[in-house]
């Protein structure tokens, strides 16, 4: 359990003393500079000590004091605003090290906003949707927000994701565009569509994606029986997707503009003042501007440049993706509020398949091993799952996208010229892969300082998770995700740990002596190996709520549903938490000199609480962190959000 942080004791002497000097020089028939005192609060400061402080001095938009009342009481003069918080508790503005931003609000399109649902809820809603966004025969219908991992049970009427489309929208190609970025859903007119490289139109059929064929590279990511298609294999059906990262053009341009004033709440309301944007294009990089120009934009943003189109298809480009990341970084030089020197890249997949299809849709992240084929049957009248015979080898260990020779000169050239590197690694092999490059980065060169990042890591080998800490990386876990939840889980753990027949599902999911037992979402591990933890919602996969107390109570909550014990051993302090969302995360993308703290001479960024964090978890109740509300969000000095 945490205990309280030690008290604060501020030079209050030499501090009085320079703004005795300042008022010394100052002419004086100039009124005093306007400056606010927040008192009786309970802050907590973030700094290197981890400091408590009751009250604070803001003045030009930063912190000028912060210890005692009586302290900052002595700088008040007639031009001074005193603000009473009560006995709330403070933070500095929390930063969320990977988001989408765009696709955090909704568009005026047919979306399913992350529902779990049924094929004939799916269908209805197919229905719903066509005559207002696909009026015309061919016109195409895009469903955001589909979740591909949770729902979807066949019913009576649909056996089958494709046949539930086909039966809908008979008429009109349609894709669902799953929630993590990584899936689509498509009915047999828009499978039909698929383009080979040279543009010719010859479908996903078995033809096209049998061994010889000419989609033969893509059938690890097409399954026909479904209609789901993943990463690269998306992009050879031409869909007119307004999605975060494939947005461009003057129509798309106009949706979303439309929505920004909505971002900028969102972001506010959650306490957010930093963030970075995990895959920046050049059109999401407009309405950032676009933001900034309408006084939007309160918070500051590291738009990581990305390449995801080559990353799928295993293209190394690294001479143009220097003049282009070079580009951008020197396009936002001197901005004050975006900056653009991190390069993203996507090492590999996702861990989720499908058990239930015949035979066994694979995940595609790339495994030190090869992934095993489940033997799963669901009772359609109660919904229970059983495993009906042991499972298999499958032949496959998942795909990593760079081969480890070209990935390592690539980080090696990025880290050279200054950029940090923000890796999407799921898979415990792309992620010794990414340790590999990274090392032979300093090997080539020394270490740069520059604090690189890996994102997700859903499987890391023990072996690895001290690797993470020796390189002193940050890690950018989800939280949230790190709870087991058995129908996700099933879709994840059969492809990994081996099943047996009639063995009780549970019991393979959550075996303690299991390899996934040490090896998944392994937080606190390597956190006391020295890896330091920062956090990023991934919004809006799962979720287009950032939902930063959500997570903070899943990283120090012990799991319920599946057994306490299960991953208690990964669960972290609120300590820890916090840091992960004040000042790691401002260090993580280079800003920890500005902001992440609350101390004097940075910016004034800041939120006030509706609870005491440290409160809950002394009562026993930390599961309560979850329902957490900002009353008030400052940044830069200006209150930018007020609870109504």
């Known amino acids: 359990m945490d205990s309280p942080f030690p008290p604060f004791r501020p030079g209050l002497i030499a501090l009085l003393a320079g703004t005795l000097l300042i008022g010394c020089q100052q002419d004086s028939s100039e009124p005093p500079p306007a400056n606010t005192l ?47 918080l009560q006995g709330r508790m403070v933070l500095p503005g929390l930063h969320d090290n990977h988001i989408h931003l765009l696709g955090t609000v909704a568009l005026d399109m047919c979306d399913l906003d992350g529902e779990a649902v049924n094929l004939d809820q799916l269908a209805a809603k197919v229905r719903e949707c066509l005559p207002r966004y696909a009026p ?53 007119l828009a499978l039909a569509l698929a383009a080979d490289k040279d543009g010719n139109v010859v479908g996903f059929n078995p033809a096209t994606l049998a061994p010889g ?147 066994p849709f694979l995940p595609n992240a790339g495994m030190l091993e090869n992934y095993l084929h489940p033997h799963l049957a669901m009772d359609p009248a109660s919904g229970e799952v059983s495993i009906t015979a042991d499972s298999e080898d499958a032949g496959s260990n998942g795909i990593v996208n760079y081969r480890e020779a070209d990935l390592a000169r690539y980080v090696t050239a990025l880290d050279e010229a200054g950029f940090g590197i923000h890796m999407h690694s799921i898979g415990d092999r792309s992620t010794r892969v990414a340790l590999d490059a990274l090392e032979a980065a300093r090997a080539h060169h020394g270490n740069s300082s ?21 390189l002193g990386l940050y890690l950018t876990f989800t939280y949230a995700w790190t709870t087991p939840q058995l129908a996700y889980d099933m879709l994840v753990t059969p492809f990994i740990q081996p099943g047996k027949a009639g063995q009780p599902l549970t019991e393979a999911l959550y075996d303690p002596q299991g390899y996934l037992h040490g090896a998944l979402y392994p937080v606190e591990s390597s956190r006391k190996a020295g890896a330091v933890l920062v956090a990023g919602s991934d919004a809006p996969v799962d979720s287009r709520d950032p939902r930063p107390f959500e997570n903070m109570a899943a990283g120090i909550v012990q799991s319920a549903g599946s057994g306490d014990e299960y991953r208690a051993s990964q669960r972290t302090s609120l300590t820890e938490m ?67």
């Open 38 to 84: 927040y008192l009786n609060a309970r802050i907590h400061t973030q700094d290197d000590a981890r400091s408590q402080a009751e009250a604070m001095v803001v003045q030009g938009g930063k912190f000028t004091y912060v210890g005692s009342r009586e302290g900052a009481e002595a700088l008040r003069n007639q031009a001074t605003r005193v603000v009473d």
């Open 578 to 644: 916090l840091a992960a969302y004040t000042i790691n995360g401002a260090r993580a993308v280079r800003q920890g000199d500005i902001t992440g703290s609350i101390e004097a001479g940075k910016s004034a960024d800041f939120i006030v609480l509706d609870r005491d964090l440290y409160a809950l978890v002394q009562a026993g109740t930390p599961e309560r962190i979850a329902d957490t509300r900002v009353e008030q969000t400052v940044f830069m000095g200006e209150t930018v959000y007020r609870k109504p």
């Open 450 to 470: 520059i604090p690189h990042t890996l994102a997700h890591l859903q499987v890391v080998h023990p072996d690895d998770q001290r690797r993470l800490g020796a």
């Open 213 to 359: 064929g000419v989609f033969e590279a893509l059938i690890p990511y097409v399954d026909l029986a479904s209609g789901v298609v993943r990463d690269a294999a998306r992009s050879a059906i031409a869909v007119p997707d307004t999605g975060v990262l494939s947005a461009s053009g003057e129509q798309a341009a106009a949706q979303y503009d439309q929505i920004l004033p909505a971002i900028a709440e969102l972001m506010a309301s959650r306490g957010i003042t930093g963030v970075q944007d995990a895959c920046a294009s050049d059109f999401i990089r407009d309405r950032l501007r676009t933001m900034q120009e309408q006084g939007l934009l309160h918070m500051r943003i590291t738009a990581a440049t990305c390449f995801h189109q080559d990353d799928y298809a295993g293209r190394l480009d690294i001479e143009g993706h220097l003049a282009k990341a070079n580009q951008v970084r020197d396009a936002f030089a001197g901005n004050p509020l975006i900056k653009a020197d991190t390069v993203k890249i996507f090492l590999d997949g996702v861990l989720e398949g499908d058990p239930f299809t015949t035979p």
């Open 136 to 188: 015309e025969q061919g016109d195409w219908l895009v469903v955001n927000q589909w979740s591909p991992y949770d729902g979807n049970a066949p019913t009576a009427a649909h056996a089958t994701l494709l046949a539930a489309l086909d039966a809908a929208a008979p008429d009109n190609p349609v894709m669902l565009a799953g929630v993590d970025g990584h899936a689509g859903g498509y009915n047999s």
